[in-house]
């Protein structure tokens, strides 16, 4: 008679669990919403909250999740736009930002005059940078 398989299921560590990481990144998200936009405080903030994020994802200090497969043809065309908005981006900004053609973080910069609109764009920022660290 064979014995039963056991059965390991990774717990999740406190911290780990969507029930502190969100609430979590809601305040990290409220303290970058308050500070001035493309100010050097909010500059420096981004740096070291990306700077510890990307600490984490390259470390083994966060368990990881699979990963999806590969990704297939039409799915890269999703990167077009964004590969295209990379470049655009970086070009304007190494060729000097002018009023007749701004960065698109320039053209952004009246929407994200809201505190409240900045805090979201900052939890959707750490959401998809913690998303990328758990990969």
Do not use: C
Not at 7 to 21: G, I, K, M, Q, S
Not at 81 to 91: C, H, I, R, T, W
Not at 104 to 114: G, K, T
């Amino acid at each position: 008679m064979d014995s039963p398989q056991q059965l390991a299921v990774d717990v999740p560590r406190v911290w780990d669990r969507p029930a502190v990481t969100v609430p979590a990144m809601a305040v990290l998200a409220l303290i970058g919403g308050r500070l001035p936009s493309f100010s050097t405080a909010a500059n420096v903030y981004v740096i070291v909250i990306g700077g510890a994020l990307l600490w984490l994802g390259l470390g083994n200090r966060v368990p990881r999740r699979a990963a999806g497969g590969r990704l297939r043809t039409p799915a890269l065309w999703w990167l077009l736009p964004a590969l295209l908005f990379g470049v655009l981006e970086a070009a304007t900004f190494i060729f000097g930002t002018k009023d007749g053609f701004p960065t698109f973080s320039r053209l952004s910069d009246p929407l994200l005059e809201d505190p409240m609109i900045r805090s979201a764009a900052y939890f959707g920022w750490l959401a998809a940078f913690w998303g990328m660290v758990r990969r």
